[in-house]
C-alpha cells in the first residue's frame, strides 16, 4: 500500500529531520479585517467547488457534481443559512449563493478566517483556511487520499467505494483510471465505465449536509434536518443515478 497513515506535512518534516510539525507555528498575519459582509444574515458558511482549471472548463477527478454542490447549497439556504461561493472568474456559479467571492488572496484569507464554517472539495481553500484559522471545515476527498491530505479541525468526506489513486497515473487529476480508456484493460474486474469517478460519485449531498449539520449544532445553528432540492435522498443512500447491477459491483468492489 503506497499510501502512509501521515500527512504530507508530516513525511516532509520526518524525512528533513524536523519537528513534528503543529500548525500553529504556520499561522500567518493579515491585516485588519475590512471587509464588508454586510449582505449576509448572521448564520453564514462558505463553499469552494473549486478545482484547479474549472474556470477553463477543465474537469478534474476530485470535483463533485455541480447539481450535487446546488442541492446541498438550495438546503442551507432553506434553513436561512447565508452562502457565498468561494472562486474565480469564469467558473460556475451555484444557485443559491448570495455573492460569488473572486477577490484578492488577501481578501479571500481575510474570509477564510471569519467564515464559520467552510465546504470544499480538497482543494487550496481549505490549506488556506487551515493557515488563518482553528475553525472547522469539511472537505470531501476521492482519489486524494484523506489522511495524507488531510488538515486540523477537518471533517474529511469520503465513502471507501474505490481507493485514492492519485498519480498511480500521470493524468489521475482528469482521467479515471477504472473509467476512461476502458478498451485498453478489457475483460479486468472493476475496470468499466460503471466505476467511472465513482469515488465522488458516490458521496450524496445528504452525507455532507449531516456533516456541516454536526458542526451547526455545535454553533447552536438549528437546521430543517434534511436536504431539500429536485432529488431524493436519505441519510443510508448514497447511489442516486447508479442502475441496481452498478450498486451491486459497487458494493462488492475492492475498497
Not at 24 to 46: A, V, Y
Not at 49 to 63: H, V
Not at 167 to 188: A, L, Q, V, Y
Not at 200 to 209: A, D, G, H, K, T
Request: hydrophobic share 30%; glycine share 6%.
Amino acid at each position: 500500500d503506497h499510501f502512509p497513515d501521515l500527512s504530507h506535512l508530516e513525511i516532509t518534516c520526518q524525512s528533513c529531520g524536523l519537528p513534528e510539525p503543529d500548525w500553529n507555528d504556520l499561522k500567518i498575519r493579515l491585516p485588519d479585517n475590512k471587509l464588508k459582509l454586510n449582505m449576509l444574515n448572521e448564520r453564514w458558511i462558505t463553499v469552494s467547488p473549486s478545482t484547479a482549471g474549472s474556470n477553463t472548463g477543465i474537469s478534474q477527478t476530485k470535483a463533485w457534481d455541480f447539481d450535487k454542490w446546488n442541492s446541498l447549497c438550495d438546503s442551507f439556504k432553506s434553513d436561512g443559512i447565508s452562502v457565498i461561493q468561494v472562486g474565480r472568474s469564469g467558473e460556475r456559479t451555484l444557485n443559491s449563493v448570495d455573492y460569488f467571492w473572486d477577490e484578492t488572496t488577501t481578501n479571500l484569507l481575510q474570509l477564510l478566517r471569519l467564515s464559520p464554517i467552510h465546504i470544499s472539495a480538497e482543494n487550496g481553500t481549505a490549506r488556506m483556511r487551515a493557515l488563518v484559522t482553528d475553525k472547522p471545515m469539511v472537505t470531501l476527498f476521492g482519489p486524494t487520499d484523506p489522511t495524507f491530505f488531510g488538515l486540523p479541525n477537518q471533517k474529511r468526506i469520503f465513502t471507501n467505494k474505490c481507493r485514492p489513486c492519485f498519480w498511480m497515473k500521470p493524468n489521475w487529476f482528469t482521467h479515471c483510471h477504472r473509467g476512461d480508456n476502458t478498451s485498453e484493460h478489457d475483460g479486468i474486474w472493476g475496470i468499466n465505465e460503471d466505476f467511472k469517478r465513482v469515488c465522488m460519485r458516490s458521496i450524496e449531498p445528504q452525507l455532507v449536509y449531516d456533516s456541516a449539520t454536526e458542526i451547526m449544532d455545535e454553533l447552536e445553528w438549528k437546521n430543517n434536518g434534511q436536504v431539500v432540492s429536485g432529488f431524493t435522498f436519505s441519510t443510508d443512500k448514497y447511489y442516486s443515478g447508479f442502475s441496481k447491477n452498478t450498486v451491486k459491483k459497487i458494493n462488492s468492489s475492492v475498497t
